[in-house]
């Protein structure tokens, strides 16, 4: 009895820990604005994967696994929706940050300077 208590609590703090491992993650991709750096092909099999694990969790009746697995789904999903909608607007963010910079990406007005 106690070896099972155990090992459920092992696996509820395991997938805790796996649930919580991605949010840093939306974190910086929702304060940045900016998704360049995600892989679509990385998020489409990390969630593929997941649709698997919760299929086969409700197969065996683990709700631990059935919860922590759509947790992880739903945070990667928010990931990809912010990929999408950082991804649309991405170059005319890029364009707004190097004008701010001083670089000269397009025409823009220049303060003229007083003359004295």
């Given at each position: 009895?106690?070896?099972?208590m155990?090992?459920?609590?092992?696996?509820?703090?395991?997938?805790?820990?796996i649930?919580?491992?991605?949010?840093?993650?939306?974190?910086?991709?929702?304060k940045?604005?900016s998704?360049?750096?995600?892989?679509?092909?990385?998020?489409?099999a990390?969630?593929?994967g997941?649709?698997?694990?919760?299929?086969?969790?409700?197969?065996?009746?683990?709700?631990?696994?059935?919860?922590?697995?759509?947790?992880?789904l739903?945070?990667?999903?928010?990931?990809?929706i912010?990929?999408?909608?950082?991804?649309?607007?991405?170059l005319?963010?890029?364009?707004?940050?190097?004008?701010?910079?001083?670089?000269e990406?397009l025409?823009?007005?220049?303060?003229?300077?007083?003359?004295?």
């Amino acid at each position: 009895m106690l070896v099972k208590m155990t090992m459920e609590f092992v696996g509820i703090i395991g997938t805790l820990i796996i649930c919580m491992s991605i949010l840093p993650q939306v974190i910086k991709v929702y304060k940045t604005k900016s998704a360049r750096d995600l892989s679509i092909a990385y998020l489409s099999a990390l969630m593929t994967g997941l649709v698997l694990l919760i299929i086969y969790s409700f197969y065996v009746g683990n709700l631990v696994f059935i919860f922590g697995n759509v947790l992880s789904l739903l945070s990667v999903l928010m990931l990809i929706i912010l990929r999408k909608k950082y991804s649309q607007n991405g170059l005319a963010r890029i364009i707004h940050l190097e004008v701010i910079q001083g670089k000269e990406v397009l025409p823009c007005h220049k303060p003229q300077l007083s003359q004295k």
